[in-house]
């Protein structure tokens, strides 16, 4: 007896994800335009902090690039959280509601604000 008992049902198509995975990347990528928008200074500051590191290594390396990352993730902090909720919008409603679109120019407002200073 060769073969096994149980054989592919030919009937049978696996469910098809492509059009939730498209949703997912188009939200992920608008959410995103907003946060690189809110965020460009803290991002130039990052990168600059991590340039003047060039040439170091070993303990003084990590260090000084673990403190210029958490100073960024607690500089983006607000950011962070505004990007997962409009992720969450976009899926919901498929869309940027109003609300959100208002409170991400109060973000980009109190960010020149911050910088001004």
Not at 48 to 59: A, K, N, V
Request: aromatic share 10%; proline share 3%; with cysteine.
């Amino acid at each position: 007896m060769s073969g096994s008992y149980y054989s592919a049902n030919p009937h049978y198509a696996a469910p098809d994800y492509s059009e939730q995975r498209e949703r997912v990347e188009a939200a992920e990528e608008t959410a995103g335009r907003y946060f690189v928008s809110a965020t460009k200074e803290q991002h130039a500051a990052f990168h600059r902090e991590m340039s003047d590191l060039r040439g170091l290594i070993g303990p003084r390396y990590d260090r000084a690039a673990a403190a210029a990352t958490r100073k960024f993730r607690e500089s983006t902090e607000a950011a962070r959280e505004l990007c997962e909720e409009t992720f969450a919008a976009i899926m919901e409603h498929g869309e940027v509601p109003e609300e959100l679109s208002y409170k991400w120019d109060l973000l980009d407002i109190a960010n020149v604000m911050q910088a001004a200073e």
